[in-house]
């Protein structure tokens, strides 16, 4: 069964950083291509970022503006994001996601701006 | 103007079938896209439903009821979520999906409603 597991959200200030992760299991994570997803409560979904299997090719939100970095380890079968700069617009719950397919989801983890 | 446009709400009888559609942006022509449908309930990740490019190229998800379907409709430069047979457990938000310039784009959402 595939299973992705977010961590690391929390309360942070503005200006702050904070790491997320994402534990990926049943499949084989080295071979699929993985996205990072956030929605604040009660409104859409809006894409961040992706990045292949590879990490050779990688895409960002135009409206991070450089803020965010996704990263992966796949002998760790784990992604990650990495937020600098946070701003309250960044207050949301971060999903990862599988694939170019968006197939599999995790639970999320909120991630809250406020000082 | 928002590269994918859905309607925010649409209801419907149990027993019947819905159509939620998902129109890109003038200038932008549905045929070469493959486009996403994704089903979140509240307090729940999205969980994708299936993709649609044209009747050869096409997936439903795994484990997604064939009740679930996807189209398109050329003349009216849009993508469409087809439920027949309408339960009480579809009742949901539905977003559409398309890659877009190197990102991924949502549309809005509709909530669908069964009464």
């Known amino acids: 069964e595939v299973q992705l597991v977010e961590s690391g959200g929390g309360l942070v200030q503005p200006g702050g950083s904070l790491r997320l992760s994402c534990a990926a299991s049943g499949f084989t994570f080295s071979t699929f291509s993985m996205n990072w997803v956030r929605q604040v409560p009660g409104k859409g979904l809006d894409w961040v970022s992706y990045?292949?299997?590879?990490?050779?090719?990688?895409y960002y939100a135009d409206s991070l503006k450089g803020r965010f970095t996704i990263s992966r380890d796949n002998a760790k079968d784990s992604l990650y994001l990495q937020m600098d700069s946070l701003r309250d617009e960044d207050t949301a719950v971060y999903y990862c996601?599988?694939?170019?397919?968006?197939?599999?989801w995790g639970q999320g983890t909120l991630v809250t701006v406020s000082s | 103007q928002a590269v994918l446009t859905q309607p925010s709400s649409l209801s419907a009888s149990p027993g019947a079938s819905a159509s939620l559609t998902c129109t890109l942006r003038s200038g932008i022509n549905v045929a070469p896209y493959r486009m996403y449908w994704y089903q979140q309930k509240p307090g729940s990740p999205p969980q994708y439903l299936l993709r649609?490019?044209?009747?050869?190229?096409?997936?439903?998800g795994s484990g997604v009821p064939s009740r679930f379907s996807g189209s398109k409709d050329a003349s009216a430069n849009a993508g469409i979520l087809l439920i027949s047979g309408l339960q009480s457990e579809d009742e949901a938000d539905y977003y559409c999906?398309?890659?877009?310039?190197?990102?991924?784009?949502f549309g809005g959402g509709t909530k669908l409603t069964v009464l």
């Open positions: 999906m398309i890659w877009y310039n190197r990102a991924s784009v």
């Open positions: 649609y490019k044209s009747d050869s190229d096409k997936q439903q």
């Open positions: 996601a599988r694939d170019d397919d968006f197939d599999s």
């Open positions: 990045i292949n299997s590879g990490s050779d090719t990688i």
